[in-house]
């Protein structure tokens, strides 16, 4: 009953990220407000990590079986894109490293501001 607690707690979120999507302007997919709202949650403790951690990892486990179906299709539509397989490459690598480097650049941000603040509770 807890992993089924947990998967509507999961689809909820994920349904209010909808919600999000449909009602305001912004031309953000409705996974990443969903992203972004449990984020929220999560940080604030409104939702405990132990509420929705067991799920969390189960869906994690089975992510590689998530991404089957894109890849048959893009084998599918092979033919079609063979033609500027150099573009698709090129938006993919960069995008790949942009990603990369926006995330390395915000994970020492986030670790340099947490340093500081613990130096700020230690001298006090």
Known sequence: MKYLFQFLLICIISFLGEVCYHFIPFKIPSSIYGLLILAFCLFTKIIKLKQIEEISNFLLAIMPVLFVPPAVAIIEIMFDIKADIF??????????????????????????????????????
Request: hydrophobic share 40%; proline share 0%; charged share 25%.
């Open 87 to 124: 573009k698709y490459l090129a938006i993919i690598v960069l995008s790949t490293f942009s990603v990369v480097i926006s995330t390395g650049l915000t994970a020492e941000f986030v670790i340099k501001r947490t340093n500081n603040s613990k130096k700020i509770k230690d001298k006090k």
